[in-house]
């Protein structure tokens, strides 16, 4: 059963078995704004919990999107080519990749949908 997560650093997480889906929350595509580009990572690379992995860029600036969790990326979303507005869709479609994870004990430190609303607040 998929189980969707939040980050501190505004990833959205959708989990599935030992497979997440890793894109970015409402609250950071709202501080983008209008996106112009995102540089996807190889099928195949292997990750470091905390690395980043890929760029969202807008017309404002450029940010890296990091993993909360250690592995391997299994599978990018190549229609954000030639749609970035997914981006700004729900994990089903906006998911940037989706990353085998080595350490499934590290999910545990991710926030859910409350915990997240709870962090925003703060900010």
């Given amino acids: ?25 409402e609250y950071a595509q709202d501080a983008l704004g209008d996106l112009v580009f995102v540089e996807l990572p190889d099928v195949g690379r292997t990750l470091d919990k905390k690395e980043d992995f890929a760029v969202v860029e807008s017309v404002k600036t450029a940010a890296e999107v990091y993993t909360p969790v250690a592995g391997e990326v299994v599978e990018v979303n190549e229609a954000l080519n030639d749609n ?5 869709e729900s994990i089903e479609s906006g998911w940037i990749a989706k ?25």
Avoid at 1 to 25: C, F, L, Q
């Fill in 1 to 25: 059963m998929a189980d969707v997560k939040y980050t501190k650093d505004h990833e959205v997480v959708k989990i599935d078995g030992d497979i997440v889906s890793i894109g970015i929350s």
């Fill in 99 to 123: 990353i085998k994870v080595n350490d499934a004990d590290a999910l545990a430190e991710l926030m859910d949908e409350a915990a997240y609303k709870d962090y925003l607040s703060s900010l």
């Fill in 84 to 88: 970035l507005d997914l981006i700004k």
